[in-house]
């Protein structure tokens, strides 16, 4: 069997293609893989790192904007889309693959697109309640468009073929224990809050948190393990200036990064962050009550919708950047974490949200598929 996994631009479309590929090779281990990506994306690293081949097209995604350079830019991506789809052609001549998978971003358009026009069976996998530009443009030559959140259907025009798979989760996040997890880091029966705002950090999220972790430095109400990114290192000191001693508050975890998110994330009781994909998919599979604070500055709002989902399920609090102020943060925080009955509704309702075997479920998509044009 060779499966050609094609997308790129973000983790959330990367990481979903890797752990698809990674569950296909345990189940076959003689399966050829190949992985066509963004020549200088993030994914030219992270694929070979994961031990899959990588071959990488030159290709662009488009701007939206009507500016002069955007329209500039724009006029290179049509161009860069016509060589794309050239080496696309090329590599898939070559690798001669049973079936196309596409997780999104612009990468995946003309790689797809040219795999459907040489007759070989294309499906897509969208992580997001909000479905890309792209997914939604390749998704009436696909066999099947595989969804995590059931309210992207609505979003996809044409007769499609849909399948609720879930998002792939990393089978760390799947077993990790809370009270082994604790243990683990040293806390006690003290409520834990776990915050991030993505490796490079969130300002305004940082900056709506510092309140309420300095005031646990005080008060010690609260265990929060908090990651600034790598453009927060300023985070430490404005805890300092906020009264925080932080050497000597041992419940507080503040760290660039969290290496260990797995541990981290069973540990907690409340998870604040942002609302990517992989993340709602991962607090969904622990069961975890969560503040979210989608990302204004992503296609399509998508993060919003994603949140909504939650919301709706009475899974999470939502609040839009716009709104978000210290005193909002503290509030929503100290309400749900104060709320032993409201954080076990939460939790049993993520969990209801949850879909922990999206790995199984895509791979019987992939041999269905697969024998069905092998029939045809």
């Not at 609260?222 to 990651?227: D, M, S």
């Amino acid at each position: 069997m060779k499966i050609l996994f094609a997308g790129g631009g973000t983790a959330g479309h990367i990481n979903p293609a890797l752990a698809i590929a990674g569950y296909v090779r345990q189940r076959q281990p003689d399966a050829e893989i190949l992985y066509i990506g963004a020549k200088g994306g993030m994914e030219e690293r992270l694929v070979p790192q994961a031990g899959f081949t990588f071959k990488g097209i030159t290709v662009q995604g488009f701007q939206r904007k009507l500016t002069p350079k955007a329209v500039k830019n724009n006029i290179v991506t049509v161009k860069k889309a016509v060589s794309a789809s050239k080496e696309s052609r090329r590599i898939i001549q070559e690798f001669q693959p049973d079936i196309c998978v596409g997780t999104g971003g612009y990468v995946s358009g003309p790689v797809l697109r040219t795999a459907a026009k040489m007759g070989i069976p294309t499906i897509i996998h969208e992580q997001n309640a909000f479905p890309g530009i792209t997914n939604k443009m390749l998704a009436k030559h696909a066999a099947r468009v595989m969804l995590a959140m059931p309210a992207a259907k609505e979003h996809f025009k044409g007769k499609c073929r849909f399948v609720d798979t879930g998002n792939p989760v990393r089978g760390e996040i799947l077993t990790a224990e809370k009270e082994a997890s604790r243990k683990q880091l040293g806390l006690d029966h003290r409520p834990v809050i776990l915050s991030f705002g993505g490796s490079l950090g969130a300002r305004k999220i940082n900056e709506a948190l510092a309140d309420i972790i300095a005031r646990s430095a005080n008060d010690g109400k609260y265990q929060h393990i908090h990651a600034y990114g790598q453009y927060g290192k300023w985070f430490p000191d404005l805890l300092k200036e906020k009264g925080a001693d932080l050497e000597n508050a041992d419940n507080l975890d503040i760290r660039e990064f969290i290496n260990d998110m797995p541990v981290c994330l069973a540990a907690a009781d409340v998870v604040v962050a942002r609302a990517g994909a992989i993340t709602l998919s991962e607090i969904q599979v622990q069961g975890k009550p969560s503040v979210l604070i989608p990302s204004p500055n992503v296609a399509e709002n998508h993060q919003y919708h994603n949140a909504m989902a939650l919301v709706q399920n009475d899974a999470a609090v939502m609040i839009e950047e716009k709104d978000l102020t210290p005193e909002k943060l503290t509030e929503e925080i100290d309400k749900l974490a104060g709320d032993p009955s409201r954080l076990k509704e939460y939790s049993e309702n993520a969990k209801k949200m949850a879909i922990s075997d999206a790995s199984k479920r895509i791979y019987s998509v992939i041999i269905e598929v697969i024998a069905a044009n092998k029939k045809s």
